[in-house]
């Protein structure tokens, strides 16, 4: 212990308004500020998720001084979990005293040994690597009956990267971008799978081939119930793949003029009927040019207040914009065209549409909240590889935090404060570990609980369940995590999922 003298020496003082503090530095003190991920960590380790990703990796190491897989994807897996967008950012956990060590790693590397770990690495292995462990994920639940939302993502560029050229960029017009071409599994919130490319890639058919090889992936017992995509799906390229395939899609049509005069047919019927949240619909036959066959198209139009109805002035009397359409004096209609190989009513394929916005949800959250707007380096390949490990480390979360939260998908800027920052010491004595873990937020027993709550389940699932294979504990795991979604249903045995892991060292 440093005596008065001493401590006054190695301190400074420091005016505030509630008087004068002496403020001095611990480097030695095992301190973190996210204090509250061991029990994340207990929860990698009783899933048997984060031992064997790092097993598996495919990164070769040659020269005794190279760092340690579980280093490196230990290091990633702290960055992107603490918000982090840069590698340059790593520098700022590398004082972390305590998770290192919890999840087995002896250091965090520092921002250039990151960038550089995956320069020599071939981009097919890594990328079967990451699609595996993706698939770990959400394996079992594609027994059940699901929705494959498909879109498009642009992630702007300030440098001279690789596949970085101008393309479709509403936000920041001019500005080069990569595309992620993302697929997920509505309303769940998982990323089933996600590939970058140029930022001239944007149109859907640079999605459908990584589409199509993600579903033969799955096999013909995991298909989704349908395939889920805006206008830029609404093409015969992607709707004639997905009938050649046996998948039923539900996308959106483009206003081309010929579906402009089926809308103005259609305004003429009698027969409209409700498509819910003030829609109404009627249903159609159509065949553009250049489709191969006609199709079951769904026309939706809802009114509008006329003094909403702001844009061009085509002529004298009310406005309108592009997605409007007037009929008669006073009334406005805005309509949209849906195109279907489904043979659900009306209301229901209206509602399937209208929950597509969630996917939105989706790109907000993983953009602006994870890392899919950073981590870029100048070749395509470490960004693409960088964009599953993010990916990745977001679905583990998103599945950590239902668990304690089964009720709702809360979001990283939520989550993170309540289940991951907390100020946090950890000390050794007579062979224990002790963690002592001080929270600064206001529902500090709430947290308390809902962590306590998640200790206890998974300490039952180690007791209980010894004897159940490491893809039998993963399902039951899943069961209690989606257990609002299931009806509290086990789900079935998937032979998807052993599989995957059957191939685990």
Excluded at 150 to 178: C, I, M
Excluded at 197 to 215: D, E, K, V
Excluded at 372 to 395: E, F, P, Q, S
Aim: charged share 20%; aromatic share 8%; net charge positive.
């Amino acid at each position: 212990m440093l005596s008065t003298a001493m401590r006054a020496q190695t301190s400074l003082a420091v005016e505030t308004f509630g008087g004068r503090v002496h403020v001095e530095w611990n480097p030695q003190a095992a301190v973190t500020p996210l204090g509250q991920l061991p029990f994340f960590i207990e929860f990698l380790k009783t899933a048997e998720l984060f031992t064997p990703w790092v097993q598996e990796c495919p990164l070769e190491r040659r020269s005794p001084n190279a760092p340690a897989n579980v280093d490196l994807l230990g290091t990633l897996l702290l960055s992107v979990l603490a918000g982090q967008r840069r590698y340059a950012h790593i520098t700022a956990i590398r004082a972390d005293g305590v998770n290192p060590e919890l999840l087995g790693m002896s250091r965090i590397l520092s921002e250039d040994a990151v960038r550089r770990s995956f320069v020599a690495a071939e981009e097919a292995p890594c990328a079967a690597w990451l699609q595996k462990h993706l698939q770990v994920c959400y394996a079992p639940l594609l027994h059940e009956p699901w929705i494959l939302d498909v879109d498009t993502t642009v992630k702007p560029l300030y440098g001279h990267q690789e596949g970085a050229v101008l393309g479709y960029n509403p936000q920041k017009p001019g500005r080069p971008s990569h595309t992620y071409h993302s697929y997920f599994i509505a309303n769940l919130r998982l990323v089933l799978d996600v590939e970058v490319q140029a930022g001239n890639h944007t149109a859907a058919s640079y999605s459908r081939p990584g589409l199509w090889a993600l579903i033969e992936r799955l096999g013909p017992d995991a298909r989704p119930a349908f395939i889920r995509g805006d206008c830029a799906w609404g093409n015969e390229g992607a709707m004639a793949e997905a009938e050649e395939h046996g998948v039923d899609y539900l996308f959106k049509l483009k206003q081309s003029p010929k579906v402009r005069r089926l809308i103005e047919q259609a305004f003429a019927r009698q027969d409209w009927t409700d498509a819910g949240q003030g829609w109404q619909g009627v249903e159609d036959q159509l065949r553009l040019s250049g489709w191969t066959r006609a199709r079951r198209v769904i026309v939706l139009r809802r009114p509008v207040k006329a003094a909403l109805a702001l844009g061009k002035k085509s002529a004298p009397g009310q406005c309108e914009l592009s997605f409007m359409e007037t009929i008669k004096p006073g009334e406005v209609f805005e309509y949209a065209v849906l195109v279907t190989s489904l043979f659900e009513a009306i209301l229901t394929l209206a509602q399937h549409y209208r929950d597509r916005a969630d996917a939105e949800n989706n790109f907000d959250e993983i953009k602006n909240q994870w890392g899919w707007g950073g981590y870029t380096t100048h070749d395509l390949k470490r960004c693409a590889i960088m964009a599953r490990v993010v990916a990745l480390i977001y679905n583990w979360w998103s599945l950590f935090v239902r668990l304690a939260i089964p009720e709702r998908h809360a979001e990283a800027i939520t989550s993170r404060p309540l289940l991951l920052h907390a100020i946090a010491k950890l000390t050794h004595h007579a062979g224990q570990s002790l963690l002592s873990v001080t929270s600064t937020h206001a529902r500090m027993s709430e947290i308390k609980r809902l962590l306590e709550g998640v200790n206890r389940l998974l300490g039952r699932l180690r007791e209980t369940a010894e004897q159940l294979s490491r893809g039998e504990r993963w399902r039951w795991l899943l069961s209690v995590i989606f257990r609002n979604y299931l009806g509290g249903r086990l789900l079935s045995a998937s032979p998807l999922l052993e599989n995957s892991v059957a191939t685990t060292p």
